[in-house]
């Protein structure tokens, strides 16, 4: 999984300009107070507990549960009562009739079982929201995680470039001494200072990099972009993905949760509409002074909703089925994808942890020795300054390759959590693991 921010894409003067402007400014802007004083590093549990408490996303979530949740009580009540007066207007000021007036109660009552299905419609939408808070807070953490998995790596990739900056320039001391002795052309500190330019731009990738990873954080944080953080910790301490209660993922899924109370909802919503095929009642009581037969000043009746348009009505149920069918089929494809979310989360780990052994235990001390070999060779002239380029080149890639392996596993543990509907969290060095993980990752440097 190569990471975009290593791809060398941007001009170097552009990029220089860049990061001269960041340098004249500072990045915490005036009144932003540090949320970690004195914090030497940034702990991936204090970031992602300062997201699910500042992020405006799980409050917007908590509303929309508030909202649904307060819509309950109201569907399963009836239509509040009308009540109207009439008068009549001439009869105020006639001597000739008496005061006219006429009071009417109206109430309507829908068929029975209504009130309970749009009690049950309301119910199954609130717990929907109920379940869209935990999954807004689930996909905030697993979004700080992951950025902070790329935090971590940027910061040792920019570690790692200036340690080989630093190689780099030794070469060239060294190359410098041979050419003044004779024992060297002067091609040789020529590349060297061609090399150390190539990952001065490097660095100047990185550090932009670093800036817009800052940026995503700081909007996750609901800060300013420009807000400063502490740097991430020298080493990123995290176990392998575990394998088991994998076929149980999707039970726990909030997603998943959320979509079966819609699913609820949906199955209400068609048996209601089902219902309208039924006719409404309504009771109604009037008292008419302007009767002059006292016994037929006061009238009770009743009066129903005559369900004749019945084509309206079949479409309708139609549509709620319709919609109750695309809903467990969406239900359904979310199954599917959790399970292969799963699966490829333990897949990523397994070969990032294969890398993590393999650059460990092989590439990198190659590497090494190839470098003080080529080194060697070239102070005593068996070797030319390209050779010992070549492998200065090889060694950087195998250390950030290492790296990124390192985060890789990093990220298939948030990717599983994830998938398993868990929040991200400090890995538990207790809990037994799976064969699976254990093959992938191995003694962890």
């Given at each position: 999984?190569?990471?975009?921010?290593?791809r060398?894409?941007?001009?170097?003067?552009?990029?220089?300009?860049?990061?001269?402007?960041?340098?004249?400014?500072?990045?915490r802007?005036?009144?932003?107070?540090?949320l970690?004083?004195?914090?030497?590093s940034?702990?991936?549990?204090?970031?992602?507990a300062?997201?699910?408490?500042?992020?405006?996303?799980?409050?917007?979530?908590?509303q929309?549960?508030?909202?649904?949740?307060?819509?309950?009580?109201?569907?399963?009540?009836?239509?509040?009562?009308?009540v109207?007066?009439?008068?009549?207007?001439?009869?105020?000021?006639s001597?000739?009739?008496?005061?006219?007036?006429?009071?009417?109660?109206?109430?309507?009552l829908?068929?029975?079982?209504?009130?309970?299905?749009r009690?049950?419609?309301?119910?199954?939408?609130?717990?929907?929201?109920?379940?869209?808070?935990?999954?807004?807070?689930?996909?905030?953490a697993?979004?700080?995680?992951?950025?902070f998995?790329?935090?971590?790596l940027?910061?040792?990739a920019?570690?790692?470039?200036q340690?080989?900056?630093?190689?780099?320039?030794?070469?060239?001391?060294?190359?410098?001494?041979?050419?003044?002795?004779?024992?060297?052309s002067?091609?040789?500190?020529?590349?060297?200072?061609?090399?150390?330019?190539?990952l001065?731009h490097?660095?100047?990738?990185?550090?932009?990099?670093?800036?817009?990873?800052?940026?995503r954080?700081?909007?996750?944080?609901?800060?300013?972009?420009?807000?400063s953080?502490?740097?991430?910790?020298?080493?990123?301490?995290?176990?392998?993905?575990?394998?088991?209660?994998?076929?149980?993922?999707?039970?726990?899924?909030?997603?998943?949760?959320a979509?079966?109370?819609?699913?609820?909802?949906?199955?209400?919503?068609?048996?209601?509409?089902?219902?309208?095929?039924?006719?409404?009642?309504?009771?109604?009581?009037?008292?008419?002074?302007?009767?002059?037969?006292?016994?037929?000043?006061?009238?009770?009746?009743?009066?129903?909703?005559?369900?004749?348009?019945?084509?309206?009505?079949?479409?309708?149920i139609?549509?709620?089925?319709?919609?109750?069918?695309?809903?467990?089929?969406?239900?359904?494809?979310?199954?599917?994808?959790?399970?292969?979310?799963v699966e490829?989360?333990?897949?990523?780990?397994?070969?990032?942890?294969?890398?993590?052994?393999l650059y460990?235990?092989?590439?990198?001390?190659?590497?090494?020795?190839?470098?003080?070999?080529?080194?060697?060779?070239?102070?005593?002239?068996?070797?030319?300054?390209?050779?010992?380029?070549?492998?200065?080149?090889?060694?950087?890639?195998?250390?950030?390759?290492?790296?990124?392996a390192?985060?890789?596993?990093?990220?298939?543990?948030?990717?599983?959590?994830r998938?398993?509907?868990?929040?991200?969290?400090?890995?538990?060095?207790?809990?037994?693991?799976?064969?699976?993980?254990?093959?992938?990752?191995?003694?962890?440097?």
């Amino acid at each position: 999984m190569k990471r975009a921010f290593l791809r060398l894409v941007l001009p170097a003067i552009a990029l220089v300009g860049v990061a001269a402007r960041a340098e004249q400014h500072p990045t915490r802007p005036p009144g932003e107070a540090d949320l970690w004083p004195g914090a030497p590093s940034l702990e991936r549990s204090a970031l992602i507990a300062a997201v699910l408490d500042r992020n405006p996303s799980v409050e917007a979530a908590r509303q929309a549960w508030i909202a649904a949740a307060a819509a309950v009580p109201q569907a399963g009540r009836l239509d509040d009562p009308m009540v109207s007066y009439s008068i009549a207007p001439l009869s105020i000021a006639s001597s000739e009739a008496d005061f006219g007036a006429v009071a009417t109660f109206t109430q309507s009552l829908p068929y029975r079982g209504t009130l309970r299905l749009r009690r049950e419609v309301a119910e199954a939408t609130a717990a929907a929201a109920a379940e869209r808070i935990d999954e807004a807070r689930q996909r905030l953490a697993a979004m700080a995680s992951f950025l902070f998995d790329d935090y971590w790596l940027v910061e040792r990739a920019l570690s790692i470039t200036q340690e080989h900056i630093e190689l780099v320039e030794s070469f060239q001391r060294v190359a410098a001494s041979r050419y003044a002795t004779g024992m060297a052309s002067l091609q040789a500190p020529i590349q060297a200072e061609v090399e150390a330019a190539h990952l001065l731009h490097r660095q100047v990738v990185l550090r932009t990099e670093r800036r817009r990873l800052v940026a995503r954080l700081n909007a996750l944080l609901h800060r300013p972009a420009g807000a400063s953080l502490p740097p991430p910790p020298e080493r990123l301490d995290v176990d392998p993905p575990a394998a088991e209660g994998d076929e149980g993922a999707a039970p726990s899924r909030p997603e998943v949760a959320a979509g079966r109370a819609e699913v609820d909802a949906l199955r209400a919503r068609v048996a209601l509409e089902r219902l309208r095929l039924k006719p409404d009642f309504e009771v109604m009581a009037s008292y008419n002074s302007m009767w002059d037969m006292e016994p037929h000043r006061w009238m009770v009746g009743a009066g129903l909703r005559l369900p004749v348009r019945r084509q309206r009505l079949h479409a309708a149920i139609a549509e709620a089925d319709a919609r109750l069918a695309a809903a467990e089929s969406e239900l359904a494809a979310l199954s599917d994808s959790v399970a292969a979310e799963v699966e490829e989360a333990l897949a990523t780990a397994e070969e990032a942890g294969h890398v993590v052994r393999l650059y460990r235990n092989r590439v990198l001390p190659a590497a090494r020795d190839q470098v003080a070999a080529a080194r060697a060779g070239f102070e005593t002239g068996d070797g030319s300054m390209l050779d010992l380029i070549d492998a200065e080149r090889s060694l950087l890639a195998a250390e950030l390759s290492h790296e990124e392996a390192v985060a890789d596993v990093a990220t298939a543990r948030t990717a599983l959590d994830r998938a398993l509907g868990r929040m991200p969290a400090a890995p538990d060095t207790t809990s037994p693991r799976a064969s699976r993980a254990d093959s992938a990752v191995g003694d962890q440097p």
